[in-house]
């Protein structure tokens, strides 16, 4: 779809039909590239916003809030709303919790971080097209490398 075809949406952002938590805007190309081939059609022209609350199988609302996306319409798993194993985090380099967590296991640290920052100061990432949230994934790379020292230390790693 091209950027002729969107309508611009200048009202408030929408907050989740689903459980009234206030929306982020994502870009439209990451809600074409993640939503399953044969739902593509279903796109309205409105942009979209996500929806991070991990209770709540709503991913995308659209701008006027009469569309939504839910996970299962998604070529991928959204890792903050994920309970089990693996859960995502990087999905440009194929990181999981379960990778983070088994360095810390076994080594006390982690490398996963350094090596999703060289290959983003490479060019390699396309954070747009491959993660739901349309954003760099190293906050929830780092939000997770501090729970699982936290665990460590608890000796519950």
Same mark, same amino acid.
């Given at each position: 779809?091209?950027?002729?075809? $969107?309508?611009?949406?200048?009202?408030? *952002? /929408?907050? @989740?039909?689903?459980? #009234?938590?206030?929306? &982020?805007? !994502?870009?439209?190309?990451?809600?074409?590239?993640?939503?399953?081939?044969?739902?593509?059609?279903?796109?309205?022209?409105?942009?979209?916003?996500?929806?991070?609350?991990?209770?709540?199988?709503?991913?995308?609302?659209?701008?006027?809030?009469?569309?939504?996306?839910?996970?299962?319409?998604?070529?991928?798993?959204?890792? $903050?709303?994920?309970?089990?194993?693996? *859960? /995502?985090? @990087?999905?440009?380099? #194929?990181?999981?919790? &379960?990778? !983070?967590?088994?360095?810390?296991?076994?080594?006390?640290?982690?490398?996963?971080?350094?090596?999703?920052?060289?290959?983003?100061?490479?060019?390699?990432?396309?954070?747009?097209?491959?993660?739901?949230?349309?954003?760099?994934?190293?906050?929830?790379?780092?939000?997770?490398?501090?729970?699982?020292?936290?665990?460590?230390?608890?000796?519950?790693?």
């Amino acid at each position: 779809m091209s950027n002729c075809c $969107i309508i611009p949406h200048t009202g408030d *952002i /929408p907050a @989740c039909p689903m459980n #009234g938590q206030i929306t &982020r805007p !994502v870009p439209k190309k990451t809600v074409e590239s993640l939503i399953k081939p044969e739902l593509k059609t279903s796109l309205t022209p409105q942009p979209y916003y996500f929806c991070d609350a991990p209770d709540c199988d709503t991913v995308y609302v659209s701008a006027l809030g009469d569309h939504l996306i839910a996970k299962d319409m998604l070529t991928v798993r959204v890792g $903050i709303k994920e309970t089990e194993d693996p *859960i /995502p985090l @990087c999905y440009c380099f #194929g990181y999981d919790r &379960r990778a !983070v967590r088994d360095d810390i296991r076994h080594t006390g640290d982690t490398q996963i971080q350094n090596l999703i920052k060289q290959r983003v100061r490479a060019g390699e990432c396309h954070c747009e097209e491959m993660n739901p949230s349309g954003g760099c994934c190293l906050g929830a790379i780092a939000k997770v490398i501090k729970q699982a020292r936290a665990m460590k230390e608890q000796n519950l790693l």
